[in-house]
Each structure stands twice: as structure tokens, then as C-alpha cells.
Nanobody, 120 residues
């Protein structure tokens, strides 16, 4: 069964940086889009999205501070976050569209989330 595992969250001071990772494993034939979302008590919103061809989309709040990237050989997507602000505090979730090598279907998968807390 396909599985996504996030890592890299934690506590950081305002202005600091974190690098999140999300690795996909299982019966994977291919991965199309990979993305990061974040959840606060108020909303769930797209942080960054990256296709297999390199197209990207970022939430309006990112404003150049974050960078999404992927390592196709490792089935892993990264989110480099710089200049972090308290309002970036949230649970960050990895999302990926993955083709199962057994049945050929693309399905959306979610990780369990990793907590990011920005506070002094």
C-alpha cells in the first residue's frame, strides 16, 4: 500500500528556517503532482505544488519565502521554508497523485502531517 511520510517539522524562532520532507513508498509506478498544504484552526490552504515537469504554484502568503522541490529517484518532495513568521504555524501535510504499479490507477494520498511552530 502506498504511504507518505512527512518529517522536518518543529519549533523555530521568527525569521528562522525549516526544511520539510515527504517520502512516498509502496507499489508506485509513477507520481504526478506533489504538494504541501497546511492546516490551522481557521482553514486548510495550499502552500506549494510541484508537477513532475517542474511547474510550481505557491500560496499567496509565501511571497518568495518558500521553495518546493522533488527528488524523483527517491519519490520525495521537499519544502524549504525561510523567513518564517508566527502566522506560518500550522500542521503541514504532504499530498501526492500516485499511480499504482499493480492496477495503473492514479489516486490522491495524504501524509499524517508534521507540526511547524514559529514562536519566540
Amino acid at each position: 500500500q502506498v504511504r507518505l511520510m512527512e518529517s522536518g517539522g518543529g519549533l523555530v524562532q521568527p525569521g528562522g528556517s525549516l526544511r520539510l520532507s515527504c517520502a512516498a513508498s509502496g507499489s508506485i509506478f509513477g507520481i504526478n503532482t506533489m504538494a504541501w498544504y497546511r492546516q490551522t484552526p481557521e482553514k486548510r490552504e495550499l502552500v506549494a505544488l510541484l508537477t513532475e515537469t517542474g511547474s510550481t504554484n505557491y500560496g499567496d502568503f509565501v511571497m518568495g519565502r518558500f521553495t518546493i522541490s522533488r527528488d524523483n529517484a527517491k519519490n520525495t518532495v521537499y519544502l524549504q521554508m525561510n523567513s518564517l513568521k508566527p502566522e506560518d504555524t500550522a500542521v503541514y501535510y504532504c499530498n501526492a497523485d500516485i499511480q499504482d504499479e499493480l492496477n495503473g490507477y492514479y489516486l490522491g494520498y495524504w501524509g499524517q502531517g508534521t507540526q511547524v511552530t514559529v514562536s519566540s
